[in-house]
């Protein structure tokens, strides 16, 4: 047996502002690298006018201040990064029952907008909340509890950012070339999933697609989710600790739609991604990360942004199934920026 006395405390260490710092920028300057290999998307047209070379990063540690690089307060649209609030709001108000009862808790191992699976089994619920088809048969639980308002003050408040509004010309670009989601929300009607009036469902879906946010945003709200649902500074409760379980595992499972599982070992930070190029992450008990890249990957996820949380789980030991024994080898196939683990966080 291997000698580590250490391991939970080491994985907790704190977050060293400063020398973070430099480390962090060194791991941006070599995901923008990624930057020319990805592409906005355009099957929302509003996107497509996007500048792609943008990056940026918060990192929101429990103990200790924020450390925000590059294009961390630029606006943009939180498309799928809305469905973790969905989920949120929907356990709290319905309840882990209901919510199941409508859609599963399996990754799909399709494309976040795929409709195939959802016709070729007996169970007629989607696969999981994080994808389009279990995001609309939620928004269907939703609907009859509350309102858009409702939703857009809930999203300022658990995202410590009233500056967040919804943004017409994405919300209308959007209705216009959705013709995917309107299949799905009408076949999930006819399974008997989606009970609500289906225009509406789709409407209030796209307008929390549409919410203006920042990568700072995301950090505050990944911070609540690292602290089991409660605000750090004002000891607010926004959700159970169940809650906060159930939507941090669903996020390491299934938030990467189908790069999943290899965003899980190659980063291993429960992370929820969004067209509009933003990523959420969860570094549990330690900080909320939130990244902003609007080139994307074939997935649809920041292809800049998953280089940089790779670096960034490497060098600040944020991987949850960090173990101090690991092999060095492996670190240096892992991260260029070996030669700074040793200065980084105390380790
Ligand atoms: N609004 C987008 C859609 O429904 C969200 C997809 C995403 O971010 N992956 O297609």
Known sequence: MPNTPNTIERQYQLIDTEKSKEIIQRAMDLAREEIPKGHVATYIPELGRVDPHQLGICIYPLT???????????????????????????????????????????????????????????????????????????????????????????????????????NEAVFDSEMKTCSRNRSIAYLLESKGIITTDVEDTLRFYTKMCSLNITAESLANLGKKLANDGVCMKTGKRFMSSRTARIVKT???????????????????????????????????????????????????????????????????????????????????????AVDMIEASVGI
């Open 64 to 166: 200790g201040e924020k450390i925000c690089l590059g294009d961390y307060n630029v606006r943009f649209t939180m498309q799928s990064v809305s469905k973790v609030i969905m989920l949120i709001v929907a356990l709290e108000i319905c309840g882990r029952k209901k919510v199941f009862e409508k859609v599963g808790a399996e990754p799909s191992g399709e494309a976040f907008d795929s409709l195939v699976e959802l016709d070729m089994n007996n169970d007629s619920r989607p696969y999981n909340p994080l994808i389009n088809s279990g995001a609309l048969a939620v928004c269907g639980l939703l609907l009859p509890e509350v309102s858009f308002q409702d939703m857009l003050r809930f999203s300022r408040e658990i995202c410590s950012d009233p500056g967040i509004t919804l």
């Open 250 to 336: 669903l996020m390491l499972t299934c938030g990467m739609y189908d790069g999943s599982g290899t965003f899980a070992i190659m980063v291993g930070i429960p992370t929820k991604s969004g067209v509009g190029g933003g990523l959420l992450s969860v570094s549990d008990k330690r900080a909320g990360i939130g990244v902003f890249g609007p080139a994307l990957d074939a997935q649809g996820n920041s292809i800049a942004g998953c280089k940089l949380l790779r670096e960034i789980s490497n060098v600040l030991r944020l991987n949850l199934f960090y173990d101090p024994e690991w092999n060095k080898e492996d670190e240096e196939e892992d991260s260029v």
